[in-house]
């Protein structure tokens, strides 16, 4: 048996913010880290990408990796370039997302310090990306495959995974440390999602750690085809395009499986639907190739993937800026950080005709957080570009559980936790969660600083 001093955890992201999740766990002499995401929204944050762990990365025997959103799996390729040279454990669709997203972060970067440093877009001489595609093409020979209910076991720590109905492959990681139960909620899903399964119940922890990003809201939960069909139906009379900035996985596979509904009982005209993102195109292959990990039948799957025309090259999406007909446009990024959707703002953002339409959580810092509060202008490639367009944000299609979901989940609890750790929320999220949980559960909780360090035991 472990003595109390021999397990610590050690919060190296998504503590105090919504972004970043890196936690740390040591045990005796070895290390694991669970889940390694990038900082994502205020400058601040997002420079905390550049700096190097509190550890030598060689010493870390596996990374757990809870999910592929990139605010959980990539600063991989930066710890694999670093030295880490252990097991990265994920579910296999999480593998298979990943084998997408992770090139696809580096090559946005490397495009993104390319203009930049092309036309002066930056004040670092010159810029640089945080890792290369090459870079995290190398980290994915680092993955090994966990199923769902099946334990993995090593030296110190056996892992076992259940759903947590994010995306599919999102986990919830339960660690089994000589008998201490260690559980990881990751980002527990929506229970109304039209596409994903419902957040699996844990019946115990010792310790746990629980996300907040809704911890301090309930989620708007009127029809999502009715407030879409809305929405695009107004747009149309006034001319205009519908402009949707989406999560490439989960999220774009939720709209493409509405609109096709819409579409086909007429609710809403039939309008040309494009897809203009090569990452959610492979996205969307990996959601079909993985049955298991949604409510979908195959016949639903296969109708809504075919609904769009898919837009692979760059010359394709620039054509869509010079059609004047409506239509729907479906690329991303979903928080407008980067991607494609960022050039088709430029052109749609100043016109009132068109209706810019987010779907879901959009972290602070972010041009999808600003426009959704209403700034009359973005700062996109060094320029201020006027926002005339209709902002809408269908919070119910967030692939997040709500404030109430999040209480429902624990209540799947049997026996309280020794301590829960709030984490994954901005602060007034986190905070309301905790003084919820402690008011209806009882529970002793606490909201960890950044890099602030707990001991287990």
Not at 27 to 45: A, E, I
Not at 69 to 74: K, L
Not at 102 to 122: M, V, Y
Not at 132 to 149: D, W, Y
């Amino acid at each position: 048996m472990t003595k109390a001093a021999d397990t610590t955890i050690r919060f190296l992201g998504a503590a105090g913010t919504v972004t970043g999740s890196k936690y740390l766990l040591r045990c005796k002499r070895s290390h694991y880290l669970v889940d390694c995401g990038m900082f994502q929204g205020y400058k601040n944050l997002r420079q905390r990408n550049w700096r190097s762990l509190p550890i030598d990365p060689a010493q870390i025997k596996h990374v757990i990796l809870t999910h592929a959103h990139i605010d959980h799996s990539g600063w991989l390729p930066v710890l694999c370039r670093e030295g880490f040279n252990g097991k990265i454990l994920a579910t296999p669709a999480t593998r298979d997302l990943c084998r997408y997203l992770l090139p696809d972060s580096g090559f946005i970067q490397e495009k993104d310090a390319e203009d930049a440093n092309r036309h002066g877009w930056t004040k670092h001489r010159p810029a640089k990306p945080l890792y290369t595609k090459a870079e995290a093409e190398e980290s994915l020979k680092s993955f090994r495959t966990v199923r769902f209910h099946e334990p993995y076991r090593t030296d110190h720590v056996e892992v076992m995974f259940r759903h947590a109905g994010h995306i599919p492959g999102a986990a919830t990681a339960e660690l089994n440390v000589h008998g201490m139960r260690i559980v990881f909620s990751g980002d527990l899903g929506n229970y109304n999602s039209a596409t994903m399964p419902e957040p699996e119940p844990v019946r115990e922890a010792d310790y746990l750690l629980v996300e907040s990003t809704y911890g301090n809201r309930r989620r708007n939960h009127e029809d999502a085809e009715a407030e879409i069909a809305a929405i695009v139906n107004d747009t149309v009379r006034r001319g205009g395009s519908v402009i949707i900035p989406a999560f490439a996985v989960g999220r774009t596979q939720l709209l493409l499986h509405h609109l096709n509904r819409l579409i086909s009982s007429g609710a809403i005209p039939k309008l040309p639907v494009f897809l203009d993102s090569p990452l959610a195109i492979n996205a969307t292959q990996v959601f079909a190739d993985h049955p298991d990990d949604h409510r979908l039948s195959v016949a639903e799957a296969e109708a809504a993937c075919s609904l769009p025309q898919y837009v692979q090259d760059v010359e394709g999406s620039k054509a869509l800026d010079r059609d004047p007909h409506p239509k729907i446009i479906i690329a991303g990024s979903g928080m407008a950080t980067g991607g494609r959707v960022i050039h088709h703002l430029k052109v749609y953002a100043p016109d009132a005709r068109n209706t810019i339409l987010f779907a879901g959580y959009q972290a602070g810092g972010t041009r999808g957080a600003k426009m959704v509060a209403g700034e009359e202008s973005v700062k996109i490639h060094g320029q201020y570009w006027p926002v005339k367009a209709r902002v809408e944000n269908l919070d119910m299609l967030s692939a997040h559980a709500d404030a109430d979901e999040i209480m429902r989940w624990l209540s799947g609890f049997e026996r309280p936790p020794k301590l829960t750790f709030i984490v994954h929320g901005e602060p007034d999220a986190s905070d309301a969660l905790r003084l919820r949980i402690e008011e209806e559960l009882g529970w002793d909780c606490v909201v960890p600083d950044h890099d602030s360090e707990h001991v287990l035991g």
